[in-house]
Nanobody, 125 residues
Framework: VQLQASGGGLVQAGGSLRLTCAVS????????MMWFRQAPGKEREGVSCISANGDTTDYADSVKGRFTISRDNAKNTVSLQMKSLKPEDTAVYYC???????????????????RGQGTLVTVSS
């Protein structure tokens, strides 16, 4: 099982980035997918999730209205479109997968079955 996040980089405040998580080794449509982030010296924080059937999404209050999660089961990818980025969004972003959620549910807390390598997002002021 592999989850590989990409798309991170250095961007100025107010800018945009699109993160992509490519998964292999399992069938994506059976898993809810999550994005978490961890900034230096801070705890892991749930950012967004999308249910296995794509019907439900959730966002941390800090990113609502700025971030959008989506999934493409045919391509085995999950994306996170990030707009109006702020310096406080600076962190390593990880994608995670879990098969235990009901198909129309997801959550951005707790721990999940699989976690991939992260991608660093740096937002300069």
């Amino acid at each position: 099982v592999q989850l590989q996040a990409s798309g991170g980089g250095l961007v100025q405040a107010g800018g945009s980035l699109r993160l992509t998580c490519a998964v292999s080794g399992f069938t994506l449509d059976s898993y809810s997918m999550m994005w978490f982030r961890q900034a230096p010296g801070k705890e892991r924080e749930g950012v967004s999730c999308i249910s296995a059937n794509g019907d439900t999404t959730d966002y941390a209050d800090s990113v609502k209205g700025r971030f959008t999660i989506s999934r493409d089961n045919a391509k085995n990818t999950v994306s996170l479109q990030m707009k109006s980025l702020k310096p406080e969004d600076t962190a390593v972003y990880y994608c995670e997968a879990d098969s235990h959620d009901p198909e129309s549910q997801c959550g951005i807390d707790g721990w999940n079955e699989y976690r991939g390598q992260g991608t660093l997002v740096t937002v300069s002021s």
